[in-house]
């Protein structure tokens, strides 16, 4: 079992910046894929960000430019800096960790995060 924690989402005005960090924890397995999915109110749940062991990153277009993931292997952790909100980044958004060769897949709780206008 892999635990994710996930902190740092919170309320911020549009333009401003937050950053998100997610640790994970228990029987992490490797090679892996971590990143962030949000979802907003009465939305599918959608890929943000994805970073893989070997430092390969995927975004969503509607990101690309404004957030950055990073991840700490050592310390099992990914971030994501995220800048020039907009009201529409409002969401909850939750860690992940997978492994497609592996067939695992876990998520954190979520964190909340909301851009004001």
């Known amino acids: 079992q892999v635990q994710l924690v996930e902190s740092g989402g919170g309320l911020v005005q549009a333009g401003g910046s937050l950053t998100l960090s997610c640790a994970a924890s228990?029987?992490?397995?490797?090679?892996?894929?971590m990143g962030w999915y949000r979802q907003a109110p009465g939305k599918q749940r959608e890929l943000v960000a994805t970073?893989?062991?070997?430092?390969?990153?995927n975004y969503a277009d509607s990101v690309k430019g404004r957030f950055t993931i990073s991840r700490d292997n050592a310390k099992n952790m990914v971030y994501l800096q995220m800048t020039s909100l907009k009201p529409e980044d409002t969401a909850v958004y939750y860690c992940?960790?997978?492994?497609?060769?592996?067939?695992?897949?876990?998520w954190g709780q979520g964190t909340q995060v909301t851009v004001s206008s």
């Open positions: 992940n960790i997978n492994s497609y060769t592996l067939r695992v897949d876990y």
């Open positions: 228990g029987s992490i397995f490797r090679p892996n894929t």
């Open positions: 970073m893989t062991s070997g430092s390969l990153t």
